[in-house]
């Protein structure tokens, strides 16, 4: 059975500036998002950038943010592979980045959000997942063998506390490794929301507990 493209849309942003006298209009993004099935078990999604090179030495495919085929085993079980998001939890790591005006110090100074890998994908019920991931890890920069181990969960503990929490391993450039706690909470009453994400990260080689002074 051929492919079926359900969605296909483009996603714009621009942004003006005004210095001094002189007025600059900037386009920002300009993003094809493509999703469809391959008969009844496989779903696909391509996510590609018109505005980043398309090659960089370091990332051979650096403007396509998603390239992903999932395999649904049954309403439980999925098995995902291809070029991915990094499952890092948190509201604001979780957003496009289309979608974002502004990150903070963390978020900022992480190159590459997505990267070559597979998820193994458990949802018990259809507003809960748990995912066991590996990928390149997030300081690879073009190094081969650094890769990274992600444990993530998206749910709720209430129906007004959602959650994007996730354990993670990385290795940096030098096979040393990081060890991440990301906790990402929405908390919804009625039409207000608030975002609270808190990210602790501390090399596996310190002898002491606390923030490495990233």
């Known amino acids: 059975r051929s492919a079926q493209i359900e969605t296909v849309y483009f996603e714009a942003r621009g942004s003006a500036e005004l210095n001094g006298k002189k007025l600059s209009m900037n386009g920002e993004f300009l993003n094809l998002h493509v999703k469809g099935h391959i008969g009844q078990h496989f779903s696909f999604r391509l996510r590609q950038r018109f505005t980043k090179p398309i090659y960089d030495p ?8 998603i390239l992903s085929l999932t ?8 098995i995902q592979g291809g070029k991915l998001p990094i499952m890092l939890g948190g509201y604001e790591w979780d957003d496009a980045p289309i979608d974002v ?9 992480v190159p590459p959000v997505y990267a070559i890998g597979g998820s193994i994908m458990y949802n018990p019920a259809p507003d809960q997942q748990f995912i066991l991931q590996c990928t390149s890890s997030i300081f ?16 709720h503990i209430a129906s007004w506390w959602n959650t994007l929490w996730s ?6 450039p030098y096979h040393h490794q990081m060890g991440y706690l990301c906790l990402g909470n929405r908390f919804e009453v009625g039409p207000a929301a608030l975002e ?3 990210m602790y990260r501390r090399s596996l080689i310190q002898k002491k507990a606390g923030f490495d002074g990233s």
Do not use: Q, R
């Not at 370091?58 to 403007?63: D, H, Q, R, T, V």
């Open 71 to 78: 395999w649904h085993i049954n309403p439980k079980w999925n």
């Open 58 to 65: 370091k990332n051979p495919l650096n403007a396509t943010d």
């Open 167 to 172: 354990i993670n391993w990385m290795d940096d």
């Open 140 to 155: 690879h920069d073009g190094n081969p063998n650094v890769y990274g181990l992600n444990l993530y969960w998206a749910g």
């Open 196 to 198: 609270l994400d808190f």
């Open 101 to 109: 005006y502004y990150w903070n110090g963390f978020c900022n100074h």
